[in-house]
């Protein structure tokens, strides 16, 4: 697991148990055994079952955590995505925010998966964007891959996306051009991307050199359509769709015949799954 998941667990942990769970101190002898499962109660794409895993462990080493459902599992209402047993206070103490990153990172993974199902039989594929929770970014990428979508760029660092306002800054194509040939240079893994709006700004962007990826920001199903034209029988650079992203326009846009469709709000929007825990037995 990336230490960052384990610095996310540590705090979160911190921020809902401070200085203990009262609770579970008071009100549950510490003797008390239990058996709990957290159970779907609605159908959706599970992810984060080893974050949610994890949290119990970080709780009690004791606990004993049977993983039933793996990431990526499809699953319908009163599926038993795990078991954990042990010491009852731990198991209500680690409850609530194993819960939390299971049902986020299950809603992200859900919601990407509507989408991926509606273009299938294209050749488009569905991308997450930056729009994440702060912190939660590796795990909500992993959960768009658990969904069946495709991982944009991590960050700033790992892919140039030259948009408006960076053009605005730029002296013209030729100095673009330039600026394409010195990252290259540096970083001949680091892809370039281009943001266009209009179709002239496909066909210069067409004439570079140098460039990966052109995004078609906000085009009309009909424009997207001409872009795809314009590359003609060239595979690269890779065209793909940003903006009013929908489950009803999905479909429309993919066959198009563009590669790619991103979609903010898989990350930014995506309801959480419903999962409950529900105990078993308790036995002292």
């Known amino acids: 697991m990336e230490a960052s998941a384990r610095v996310l667990i540590g705090q979160a942990l911190a921020e809902d148990i401070g200085l203990g769970d009262v609770t579970a101190m008071y009100f549950i002898p510490s003797d008390r055994q239990a058996r709990a499962m957290i159970v779907a109660r609605k159908e959706g794409v599970i992810s984060g079952v080893d974050i949610a895993q994890a949290v119990f462990h970080e709780v009690d080493v004791a606990l004993d955590v049977e993983v039933l459902l793996p990431n990526g599992s499809r699953v319908s209402e009163g599926a038993v995505v795990m078991c954990i047993t042990g010491p009852a206070r731990s198991i209500l103490t680690a409850e609530r925010t194993a819960l939390n990153f299971l049902q986020r990172l299950s809603g992200v993974a859900t919601a990407t998966a509507r989408y991926v199902e509606l273009v299938k039989g294209t050749n488009a594929r569905i991308l ?84 990966d990826h052109i995004l078609l920001d906000n085009m009309a199903p009909e424009l997207i359509r001409k ?41 930014h929007s995506a309801p959480a799954l419903d999962l409950g825990m529900d105990f078993v037995a308790l036995r002292g």
């Open 227 to 267: 872009a795809v034209a314009m590359r003609g029988d060239r595979v690269k650079p890779y065209l793909e769709a940003s903006g009013n992203v929908n489950l009803a326009t999905v479909r429309t846009i993919a066959e198009t015949g563009v590669d790619f469709i991103s979609i903010g709000s898989i990350t």
């Open 128 to 211: 997450d964007t930056r729009k994440t929770t702060p912190g939660y970014r590796a795990l909500e990428k992993r959960a768009v891959l658990h969904g069946g979508g495709t991982n944009h760029r991590m960050g700033l660092y790992d892919r140039a996306m030259v948009k408006d306002n960076h053009l605005v800054a730029e002296g013209g194509l030729d100095e673009i051009q330039k600026s394409i040939h010195r990252l290259k240079a540096d970083h001949p893994d680091v892809e370039v991307e281009m943001e266009a709006d209009r179709l002239d700004q496909v066909e210069a962007f067409l004439g570079l050199d140098g460039v």
